[in-house]
């Protein structure tokens, strides 16, 4: 795992779109076709305005897969990762991807954690963009976190803190209107890409940073787990990096 310490939020999204679309690239010259994970969120907005604009890039040769869902949320509504992502990052590329595997909240959750683990399997990740949530969360994996699991996609209860930041963050109303259950990539599949592009801008994300970076790798703070990745690059802008020093 590596940190770096950017001098804004928009300088931390050009960092890591560009660091990671340099693997997406070396991943398509190399093999042909590159797989990658995308996340959704205020914390990679930057980031994906930036990876949308790389026109060099053949998204032609690129599979993507979707880190998590909400269950029961229609697509329509303003929550839905599925709609974050077709807006924010399908509708601006320069061609169609050859696949984007989205994870549907209003299917079957078992049947669908199943559709998802097959597909994923015979598509070993290159690089994962992630985030880190307020609580510690990766994905939806929220404290105390699933470390054994090696099933790919599971179905996960959401914890309030996890809840109120989709309130903070605009995507609904209320804490009642956040459902209370989701599909999330499992930390084992997360932790199998080859690389990790983990963008974590905002002071309301310092003391989880500080407490995944610097603390012990515990199900506790789940995001402390990148710790043990060998090609994990977590981007910080001053805020977000603050208590850093202070552990």
């Given at each position: 795992?590596?940190?770096?310490?950017?001098?804004?939020?928009?300088?931390?999204?050009?960092?890591?779109?560009?660091?990671?679309?340099?693997?997406?690239?070396?991943?398509?010259?190399?093999?042909?076709?590159?797989?990658?994970v995308l996340a959704t969120g205020a914390s990679q907005l930057e980031m994906l305005a930036e990876l949308t604009a790389k026109t060099d890039i053949d998204w032609g040769r690129v599979v993507a897969f979707h880190l998590d869902e909400y269950i029961g949320l229609p697509e329509t509504h303003p929550g839905s990762f599925r709609r974050f992502l077709k807006e924010r990052f399908v509708a601006r590329l320069s061609q169609p991807l050859a696949a984007f595997h989205l994870v549907d909240g209003e299917a079957d959750p078992q049947a669908e954690c199943q559709r998802l683990g097959e597909l994923i399997a015979r598509h070993p990740i290159d690089v994962a963009f992630i985030g880190i949530g307020e609580n510690g969360h990766l994905a939806f994996n929220d404290p105390p976190a699933d470390f054994q699991t090696e099933q790919a996609y599971i179905v996960v209860q959401l914890d309030e803190a996890c809840r109120r930041q989709q309130v903070g963050e605009g995507w609904y109303a209320s804490i009642d209107d956040v459902p209370k259950q989701a599909i999330?990539?499992?930390?084992?599949?997360i932790m199998k890409s080859r690389n990790i592009i983990c963008s974590v801008p905002e002071l309301r994300k310092a003391k989880a940073v500080a407490a995944a970076l610097t603390g012990p790798v515990t199900p506790d703070v789940p995001a402390s787990v990148l710790q043990q990745h060998p090609a994990a690059t977590i981007y910080l802008d001053p805020h977000s990096a603050s208590m850093l020093r202070q552990h």
């Open positions: 795992m590596q940190v770096v310490i950017c001098n804004s939020k928009e300088e931390l999204g050009r960092r890591a779109a560009t660091d990671g679309a340099q693997i997406i690239r070396q991943a398509i010259g190399a093999r042909g076709g590159a797989n990658i999330s990539m499992s930390i084992r599949q």
